[in-house]
């Protein structure tokens, strides 16, 4: 008996590589296509004359629609996984491409960006079941594969506007069907070996629901200090969410306005931004096996505090590298807050995933509006000023209970 549970358990520590890199693909196609809104702002702002606060409304209606429902599918998917929801949500993303391209006004770029909003909604729950599956002993390195994908679509976004947007316009948006088509093509090839794993995974339900607990803190998953941790971790997610989109959505209009840079230019520190954070993603996943989880969190969420400071003071020479070096730590926890709270609740991987990288980070919209309507009203650069404290709230997660010591005693 022993032998079979200790054949069992080499057989799930091996990493399904293929697996891996086709649902990181697909990441990054999925966040490409999310990347042409932002990407397309400053050509919306022309070619239909938005102001700052209705910027901020169109990413705030796609952020909100992708974390609001993001839970609410990995909820559902927990109980009743459906491997075909994941070409149906780019399916439906495909459908907002088309719908930004040829919207002639406003309200029909709202509409567009709901569906690629639920496009995502649906992909991230499931594509985080598939690298839970594909991971095998190896998650932080797993998920941090998976979110360098979806972090390297999300750098995209200047480089479009760069050579696909500026000279374009607004009907270059029609480019993102491609993303949505190709990621359709590798998740019908996934979908065969995720239905597999979930059959394996339904047979072991019972036993799973049984002896519930949080691996992590070895505790229930409805433990209040289960409870309190994944209550933080969510809050921290949300606050470094709120800067990373103050800077997404509005740093290159800040470049314009106080360093007279053109459109163009402004996408240069916003690449390199995004860029190292990509790195950040995955050697922050690296590093959280060396020194722990909570460890790497503290770091990433805070140790970015004293650069975000200086970023508004700086002459601009100083800004490329200084913005980097923020990028990189600021996401270099962006995996690893997935796999703490896979950690603390490992029974509810979809709603988990759900909630930190869905609803947390995507409530980061709600900064978008915030700061949309404080830059028409308090001027950019106040913004970009007072903005720039938010992480400090990253000191926080020292609060957070350690899982080293009960993570190497899993090991």
């Known amino acids: 008996m022993s032998s079979i549970a200790e054949s069992r358990g080499k057989a ?30 400053p050509i919306l702002e022309d ?32 109980r009743r996984p459906q491997p075909y929801m994941l070409p149906i949500g780019m399916a ?9 391209a040829f919207a002639p006004q406003f309200g029909y770029v709202m509409l567009a960006v709901v569906f690629i909003g639920l ?9 985080s079941r598939v690298v839970y599956f594909a991971a095998g002993g190896r998650r932080g390195f797993a998920q941090s594969v998976y979110q360098v994908g979806g972090n390297a679509g999300s750098m995209l976004a200047p480089l479009m506007t760069l050579f696909i947007f500026a000279p374009l316009g607004q009907f270059g948006a029609i480019w993102g069907t491609l993303f949505a088509g190709l990621a359709i093509a590798v998740l019908l090839g996934v979908v ?12 072991k339900r019972v036993g799973r629901m049984a002896g519930r607990t949080a691996v992590g803190m070895g505790e229930k998953a409805n433990h209040p200090r289960v409870k309190f941790a994944l209550g933080m971790l969510v809050f921290l997610v949300f606050a470094r969410s709120w800067y990373h989109t103050g800077i997404s959505a509005y740093y290159q209009f800040y470049l314009k306005e106080d360093y007279g840079l053109t459109t163009a230019q402004a996408q240069i520190p916003l690449f390199l931004f995004l860029a190292a954070g990509v790195l950040g993603t995955f ?6 096996d060396r020194f722990g989880m909570k460890n790497m969190i503290v770091f990433s969420m805070s140790g970015g505090a004293p650069f975000a400071l200086l970023l ?47 609803l947390a980070f995507g409530m ?5 509006v915030v700061l949309g309507n404080a830059a028409d009203k308090f001027g950019l650069s106040s913004v970009m000023l007072y903005s720039s404290f938010l992480p400090l709230l990253g000191l926080l997660a020292l609060l957070l209970p350690s899982d080293t010591e009960k993570r190497e005693k899993a090991a």
Do not use: C, R
């Open 12 to 41: 799930t520590a091996v990493t399904i590589l293929p697996i891996l890199l086709a649902i990181s693909l697909v990441h990054l196609l999925n966040d490409s296509m999310q990347a042409v809104v932002p990407a397309m702002y």
């Open 47 to 78: 070619s239909l004359g938005l102001s700052y606060a209705q910027v901020g409304w169109i990413g705030f209606m796609l952020n909100m629609t992708s974390s609001v429902m993001q839970p609410v599918v990995g909820a559902y998917s927990d």
């Open 92 to 100: 439906l993303s495909m459908l907002g491409m088309i719908g930004i």
């Open 119 to 127: 496009g995502s909604a649906i992909f991230h729950p499931e594509g």
């Open 192 to 203: 065969p070996w995720y239905k597999k794993q979930l059959a394996v995974w339904e047979q």
């Open 283 to 288: 050697f922050g996943g690296l590093m959280a």
């Open 312 to 358: 508004p003071h700086l002459p601009l020479m100083w800004v490329y590298p200084v913005i980097a070096v923020l990028g990189f730590i600021l996401l270099s926890g962006f995996s690893v807050a997935v796999v703490y709270a896979q950690f603390l609740m490992p029974s509810k991987v979809g709603m988990v995933s759900g909630l930190t990288t869905g």
């Open 364 to 368: 980061g919209a709600i900064g978008a």
